[in-house]
């Protein structure tokens, strides 16, 4: 299927979907539609880029053979693919493919790989461990889970949006490895938070101590990308404090199902809870600082 072979429509053109679909129009494929329950995304970014504002996920499919959902959770996801829901994608699932991006729970991306092809489409899910620059830029790191034939079919557009692209096994194989690095991630940034919190409650220049970090066991890719922003208390978002307290969820359950205990990220998604609690779930994940920094509000 060459470029102009895709007829792309987007649901969920947040901070990712939207640049997303940025990147893909500049890749010269067709966008043909987007749609977000904040009306006001959708119809900004179709005036930008020259497609139909849609009012429902389903008049987003309507004239599309490639969506793109990338939602905020499982109630999100369940709803846009209830059969239920008059508005739902699977009213225009056949023949169409749908690359589902969002961080959900395994069996999400199970239960709609199902009912998808019952409805005669297909599915593929397309994990992302990047951010909004990433999603610009065109290089994202995605793992991907589903046919794979599906993902063979789809790599011109997967390309485009990522440089590096990872087959890890049938639905909701991917999500599971998506859910431990996001747990991980998010271990490492709570971790960096109390290093850096309890250097600044010896005294210490936080510039030094970061640049130690970096050059012995302590460097990590978080004190790359979120160092800075802890010491200097810049928390625009990039990955919200919501969004890692869902995703650390998420792996705390798949845990709790096989009966292993993980109390490093217990601890970790408890803390992203309090951050959550405390009216900054909308802030940037390096805001956890906020909970070990000396003087700073609780």
Request: proline content about 3%.
């Amino acid at each position: 299927m060459g470029d102009q072979e895709y007829r792309i429509a987007l649901v969920g053109v947040g901070r990712m979907g939207a640049n997303m679909a940025r990147r893909l129009t500049d890749e010269g494929f067709v966008v043909t539609a987007v749609y977000d329950v904040d009306p006001s995304k959708a119809k900004s970014l179709s005036e930008e880029l020259g497609c139909v504002e849609a009012a429902s996920p389903a008049e987003a499919a309507k004239d599309a053979n490639t969506v793109l959902t990338v939602v905020t959770d499982d109630a999100a996801m369940r709803e846009i693919f209830s059969m239920s829901n008059p508005d739902s994608l699977l009213h225009f699932a056949k023949d169409r493919v749908f690359i589902n991006c969002a961080t959900l729970s395994p069996s999400i991306h199970v239960d709609i790989e199902a009912g998808v092809h019952a409805q005669g489409g297909k599915t593929l899910e397309a994990c992302m461990a990047s951010s909004i620059p990433q999603a610009r830029e065109g290089t994202l790191y995605l793992m991907c889970g589903g046919e794979k034939t599906v993902f063979d079919q789809l790599m011109p557009l997967l390309k485009s949006l990522g440089k590096t692209i990872r087959y890890i096994g049938p639905a909701g194989e991917a999500a599971k490895v998506k859910a431990l690095v996001n747990m991980v991630m998010n271990m490492n940034t709570a971790a960096l938070a109390e290093g850096l919190g309890l250097g600044a409650a010896l005294g210490l220049d936080l510039t030094l101590l970061r640049e130690v970090f970096s050059q012995t066991g302590a460097a990590s890719r978080v004190l790359e990308t979120d160092g800075v922003d802890m010491q200097e208390r810049d928390h625009e978002c990039y990955f919200s404090a919501e969004h890692a307290a869902k995703d650390s969820g998420i792996a705390l359950k798949l845990a709790e199902d096989l009966g292993v205990d993980l109390p490093l990220a217990k601890d970790t998604f408890e803390q992203y809870c309090r951050l959550k609690d405390l009216g900054k779930g909308d802030w940037d994940k390096s805001a956890i600082a906020e909970l070990t920094f000396p003087g700073r509000g609780k």
